[in-house]
């Protein structure tokens, strides 16, 4: 097998410098026939190991040193699985065997090369830990050895001279007959020699006692190394977990963003077509007013019939009133009793045509009512019943923002425009705009589902009596160029149009800012969640009303409002139709905790501060609003 093909010439570079100098000599000493088609002209003897290493990596590309470097890194594996197998069978975890067997090996500089001839894929961080590992344990092992060389060139030196006494005691024995005229002599010098090597083995026992010291703390940082490298194992392990989390979020995202981009390819072709049903739809219109203004006229003519008819319904009540007064007095007389029923009879036949009338006139002019926005008529007690039931879900009137919201609510839901707000808080204000409104503590409600298409919306805004109604999760699941129209025939209703992600309006055009009105309650939690309502039904008198533009509408807050919409990224015309809507600085402000600033930041995904230096001027530390603190908090 060639393992050079997969290697990088560093890597190479690194075997041919970790080959002993010794065996590479050798092998040019086997083959010198090779060597000199290398190295014409030289002798081994002669090369130092710079020179064996630059000439095995100058000729890496042929046979006769492929073949040789090929062979010692088939060795060495071979090597190194058989130290990690013995490690495993005397009880050692498998990275733990991996660090004490590498540091002996010629992989001790390069663990990451290892790991590539072994074709074992390790991340980088792992591969970073084992190399630490590794070079920790070969210095401690390089040291151990460094001192336990002297160690062993002493015993072997003390293993020398018990060689050599024994040598001469066997010699002494053989010339016993001269030794004992020396007796005396080799009696003390034995002495002298017996006490010298006690000495020594005293000292060689103390030498083996500091051994065994260093190897218990060889072992011991082992142990330490083993145990940082499982902790740091199971970081790997986490931050892993967390990598692929990460990637099954984006995975997520990517399916997400194609599918809204499918979306809105089709929503483009279908942007032309709209524009042609607009022109038809202003051509209508154009015709539609005309006749409208014949059927004012009109309808001035027949409402004089009608308070006519009613003066006449008024005057047969009166009359049937009469009788029935009557018809208690004379209830004794039979005969009397009939004639003035047969009268009554008569009279109620009457008071049927006169309704049949009413009903007829009524319908005449049903479908110009219906394009009238209503307001209550004392807005003081819808505001006091309001708050009731708003605190009777948990709303805390004490809140920083509070106030400012529900005086925000009182001047956007009576316009006639659909209010767009998020599932929870939306469900929880159309609920307490019905009950206190006209007594219903459940407004009614209208899901999307797949087969649901805006002819359902329009029947069911047509046939619903409810004043207010919840068109609940339509916002990025139907073509809000159908949608919108829709709505805005029903203005007499008080509309709550319920999204439920914020990232959902950003694949929706901010032009849809221009027909809505956007309000977030984000910061207030107690009413993010629905919640059922058991506050006492009310019921408040509402009245026609039609918005106009405040003439003394105060133009330098609208000016201020459209440069801090402008800067955030809204168009030009959207920021004027918003613009157009603030009466005066306490109605920017509100405009700005409760629709742009939220809009920019939650839907947009930027820092309005940082967007505008307008917003910065006038609700910065410096700045003059009076709800600069709340909105620096908020979105600062």
């Known amino acids: ?158 293993e020398c001279i018990q060689e050599e006494m024994k040598n001469r005691i066997f010699d002494e024995k053989k010339n016993s007959e001269k030794l004992r005229r020396k007796e005396a002599e080799l009696k003390e010098k034995l002495e002298e020699k017996t006490e010298w090597f006690e000495r020594e083995q005293k000292e060689n026992f103390r030498l ?31 931050l892993t977990s967390r990598l692929e989390e990460q990637v099954e979020k984006a995975t997520g995202y990517e399916n997400l963003i194609s599918e809204y981009t499918s979306r809105l390819s089709c929503a483009e072709d279908d942007i032309e077509t709209w524009k042609n049903k607009v022109r038809s739809r202003e051509k209508q219109l154009f ?68 309704e049949t009338a009413v009903e007829i006139v009524s319908k005449r002019y049903s479908y110009i009512d219906r394009k009238m926005p209503l307001c209550p008529e004392d807005m003081d007690d819808f505001e006091e019943y309001f708050n009731y039931n708003l605190e009777n879900i948990g709303f805390d009137k004490n809140v ?36 206190t409104l006209y007594g219903v503590p459940v407004a009614a409600h209208l ?75 984000d910061a207030f939690s107690p009413i993010l969640r629905i919640r059922d309502i058991t506050e006492d039904p009310s019921e408040v008198k509402e009245i026609s009303f039609t918005y106009k533009s405040n003439a003394r509408a105060d133009s330098r ?3 201020i409002f459209r440069e801090i919409a402008c800067e955030c990224g809204l168009g030009k015309d959207i920021a004027c139709t918003m613009a157009d809507m603030v009466e005066d600085e306490n109605h920017l402000n509100e405009m700005l905790m409760f629709t742009l600033l939220p809009y920019v930041s939650k839907v947009l995904g930027k820092n309005p501060y940082n967007c505008s230096k307008r917003l910065q001027r006038y609700a910065g530390e410096t700045g003059r609003c009076l709800r600069k603190d709340i909105l620096m908090r908020w979105f600062g």
């Open 208 to 238: 083996s006692e500091r051994a065994d010291k260093l190897e218990a703390e060889l072992k011991r940082t082992q142990d330490d190394e083993v145990w940082r490298t499982a902790e740091m194992q199971q970081k790997i392990d986490t």
């Open 400 to 435: 920083d923002g509070s106030s400012d919201f529900i005086n925000y609510l009182k001047k956007t839901v009576f316009c006639g425009n659909p209010v767009l707000i998020k599932r929870g808080p939306g469900i929880n204000l159309a609920n307490c705009l019905a009950n």
């Open 447 to 521: 899901s999307y589902s797949k087969n649901t298409d805006v002819q359902i919306i329009s029947d069911f805004l047509t046939d619903t009596p409810d004043r207010v109604v919840c068109i609940d999760s339509f916002i990025g699941n139907c073509n809000e160029m159908e949608f919108i129209p829709v709505l805005e025939q029903h203005r007499n209703k008080i509309i709550i149009i319920t999204y439920m992600y914020d990232k959902t309006l950003s694949f929706i055009p901010n032009e849809l800012l221009s027909s809505v009105h956007f309000i977030s309650a």
């Open 1 to 158: 097998m060639s393992y050079l093909i997969n290697l990088t010439n560093e890597e190479i570079k690194y075997v041919c410098k970790v080959i002993p100098f010794k065996e590479a000599s050798a092998y040019f000493k086997s083959y010198p026939k090779e060597f000199n088609k290398l190295k014409p002209g030289f002798r081994v003897k002669s090369l130092n190991e710079d020179t064996i290493v630059r000439t095995l990596y100058g000729f890496r590309n042929r046979d006769f040193i492929a073949s040789f470097l090929n062979k010692n890194i088939e060795r060495w594996i071979k090597e190194i699985d058989e130290e990690i197998i013995k490690a495993l069978e005397d009880g050692l975890e498998q990275d733990t065997a991996y660090i004490d067997v590498l540091a002996r090996s010629f992989f001790s500089g390069n663990i990451a090369l290892f790991f590539k001839i072994k074709a074992e894929e390790k991340s980088e961080d792992y591969l970073k830990v084992m190399s630490s590992a590794v070079v920790y344990q070969s210095a401690h092992q390089k040291a151990y050895e460094e001192e336990m060389e002297p160690l062993k060139k002493r015993q072997a030196e003390l």
């Open 287 to 354: 015709t539609y007013k005309a006749e409208r203004a014949t059927l004012l006229t009109e309808r001035e003519s027949d409402q004089k019939q009608i308070r006519e008819l009613k003066e006449a319904l008024d005057k047969a009540l009166s009359v049937e009133k009469a009788y029935k007064e009557r018809l208690f007095l004379l209830s004794t007389e039979k005969e009397s009793y009939q004639q003035k029923n047969r009268e009554l009879e008569e009279t109620l036949e009457g008071q049927k045509n006169i």
């Open 557 to 559: 807050s609208q000016k």
